[in-house]
């Protein structure tokens, strides 16, 4: 079969037990432990001869089932009707329990597919394909297909780990990492900027063996406190050729902002989870249970907040190595929030190179009501004086309007962008703001400018909004209503926060 063809059954069956109500996110799930099983099955056959082992099924206290079969792909295809979902939900349990990606691949895992006769059909179609033997572009694109199909599902709240994948490719174009260089993303969510810095440094960079199980088993780390969505993760990772089936994963289920565990970091692109305040659910004394605002006291930060970006960014900080560079995703606030906003900003600005901002539009995101930005800033040495001397902001966001089906944003969109950038030598940059005709998008402020706003604030914008004075100008309908929709849901979330804030005084 073509890889066409391949992917269309793929999604054919997505669609066909969706109507037995298994969300894509369900189905996406059970894909990826069929998936694993099955890759593993080949590695274990000529001519790879991997020797991987599995063990046998063990009861709900962990124990060793007398006469057992052995959890593997084999056994499992040779199932059906109640046998195969009987052995299928032993067989998730006890891989749970294992060690390294094994386990953590299956970790919590449950048979979501109840029908019998369906889950057989899945087992058909991934057991008709020899999978290592098809190419990492194509299993990473049908595994990637289905992660956007299960972050466009807004039921499942997914899309709050789906990056647009234009923008994390315009990211890493700008950032270009090198060969035997580390890349982390303490939030990586599926591993959305692992994927695009792997495929850049394959297509930029002729890699001799060294330089590939570099990239391979030692280039990329993160952090995903989710555990269906780290699964996903080292899935994904895994179909795109990175990391061993038999190895330790090098993505942390720990929630990274916990503690500082010493391991610096050449790059780290990231886009923190949405949501201002970090907090746990607790249950007290009375059974109730309620919200804890969680306020990270660590020694390397600067100021101690329960703002969740503002925690990131110092922790991104703390993760550099000296000669660090860093891309990070982070909303509106943290660009003019006073208070602690304030005292980070103008940390940042002292011991860093913050050297680029690009203003996102809205209608990007799966999350409604998010306004972006994209902070780049290189790590630098201590000093008494301040390390960054100049911003330069790019304005993608007034006069552009984007939708997620409609109109999607492009990295065509944003290549003036990455021109701009110049990310061969980002010292030598010219501005296309012409005070005499009030355009373009690229402007210079100086550390100066910047410090002598209010609150050091870095939300700036220069170019006329046209929707406001020309109707002429005003987008199409469709998009006019999603803004609207957008703007309403970010002003409900901001008087949660008001109210929350109100109730705990």
């Known amino acids: 079969m073509t890889d066409a063809t391949i992917i269309s059954k793929i999604w054919n069956l997505a669609g066909v037990l969706r109507d037995d109500g298994v969300s894509y996110g369900?189905?996406?799930?059970?894909?990826?432990?069929?998936?694993?099983?099955?890759?593993?099955?080949?590695?274990?056959?000529?001519?790879?001869?991997?020797?991987?082992?599995?063990?046998?099924?063990?009861?709900?206290?962990?124990?060793?089932?007398?006469?057992?079969?052995?959890?593997?792909?084999?056994?499992?295809?040779?199932?059906?009707?109640?046998?195969?979902?009987?052995?299928?939900?032993?067989?998730?349990?006890?891989?749970?329990?294992?060690?390294?990606?094994?386990?953590?691949?299956?970790?919590?895992?449950?048979?979501?597919?109840?029908?019998?006769?369906?889950?057989?059909?899945?087992?058909?179609?991934?057991?008709?394909?020899?999978?290592?033997?098809?190419?990492?572009?194509?299993?990473?694109?049908?595994?990637?297909?289905?992660?956007?199909?299960?972050?466009?599902?807004?039921?499942?709240?997914?899309?709050?780990?789906?990056?647009?994948?234009?923008?994390?490719?315009?990211m890493v174009a700008c950032v270009q990492p090198k060969?035997?260089?580390?890349?982390?993303?303490?939030?990586?969510?599926?591993?959305?900027?692992?994927?695009?810095?792997?495929?850049?440094?394959?297509?930029?960079?002729?890699?001799?063996?060294?330089?590939?199980?570099?990239?391979?088993?030692?280039?990329?780390?993160?952090?995903?406190?989710?555990?269906n969505t780290r699964r996903m993760c080292l899935m994904n990772m895994y179909l795109h050729n990175i990391g061993e089936i038999d190895g330790e994963s090098t993505i942390s289920p720990n929630d990274s902002l916990i503690t500082d565990d010493g391991k610096r970091f050449d790059y780290i692109l990231a886009n923190p989870p949405f949501g201002k305040k970090s907090s746990m659910t607790i249950t007290n004394e009375d059974g109730d249970t309620e919200k804890e605002d969680l306020s990270y006291n660590r020694q390397d930060f600067w100021e101690t907040t329960s703002n969740k970006q503002l925690n990131f960014l110092q922790h991104i900080k703390t993760q550099l190595k000296a000669t660090g560079e860093a891309?990070?995703?982070?909303?509106?606030?943290?660009?003019?929030?006073?208070?602690?906003?304030?005292?980070?900003?103008?940390?940042?600005?002292?011991?860093?190179?913050?050297?680029?901002?690009?203003?996102?539009?809205?209608?990007?995101?799966?999350?409604?009501?998010?306004?972006?930005?994209?902070?780049?800033?290189?790590?630098?040495p201590g000093s008494k004086e301040h390390q960054t001397k100049h911003i330069w902001f790019y304005d993608y966001r007034t006069n552009i309007h984007h939708t997620l089906k409609k109109k999607p944003m492009t990295e065509a969109n944003l290549a003036d962008f990455v021109a701009c950038y110049n990310p061969?030598?980002?010292?030598?940059?010219?501005?296309?703001?012409?005070?005499?005709?009030?355009?373009?998008?690229?402007r210079k402020y100086t550390y100066e400018d910047i410090i002598e706003r209010d609150k050091t604030s870095l939300d700036i914008f220069w170019i006329k909004d046209k929707s406001l004075t020309d109707l002429d100008n005003l987008p199409d309908p469709d998009i006019l209503a999603g803004e609207i929709i957008e703007n309403i849901e970010a002003g409900l979330a901001g008087f949660k926060e008001i109210m929350e804030t109100l109730n705990e005084e």
């Open 179 to 227: 060969p035997e260089k580390t890349i982390a993303d303490p939030s990586c969510g599926t591993g959305g900027f692992f994927l695009a810095a792997y495929d850049y440094i394959v297509e930029k960079h002729d890699l001799n063996r060294e330089q590939k199980a570099f990239l391979k088993n030692q280039t990329f780390y993160g952090n995903e406190i989710v555990a």
């Open 327 to 380: 891309a990070v995703v982070l909303p509106d606030n943290v660009l003019f929030e006073g208070g602690a906003g304030e005292v980070i900003r103008k940390q940042l600005l002292k011991t860093t190179e913050l050297h680029t901002v690009l203003r996102l539009p809205t209608g990007i995101f799966y999350a409604h009501g998010v306004k972006a930005n994209v902070l780049f800033f290189n790590n630098k």
């Open 26 to 170: 369900d189905y996406l799930e059970q894909i990826t432990y069929l998936l694993f099983l099955k890759m593993a099955d080949e590695l274990n056959k000529p001519p790879y001869n991997k020797g991987l082992h599995f063990p046998k099924l063990k009861d709900v206290d962990g124990n060793e089932i007398k006469d057992a079969e052995v959890c593997n792909w084999e056994n499992l295809a040779d199932k059906r009707g109640a046998e195969l979902e009987s052995f299928y939900s032993q067989l998730l349990r006890t891989l749970a329990s294992e060690k390294g990606i094994l386990g953590q691949i299956f970790t919590k895992s449950q048979n979501k597919i109840q029908d019998p006769a369906k889950l057989s059909r899945v087992i058909d179609m991934i057991n008709r394909e020899d999978w290592n033997l098809m190419g990492a572009d194509i299993k990473g694109k049908i595994y990637e297909g289905l992660l956007q199909k299960n972050a466009e599902d807004t039921k499942s709240g997914a899309g709050q780990y789906f990056t647009p994948r234009a923008l994390i490719k315009t």
């Open 424 to 442: 061969e030598n980002i010292y030598k940059r010219k501005e296309t703001w012409s005070e005499e005709n009030q355009e373009g998008r690229w």
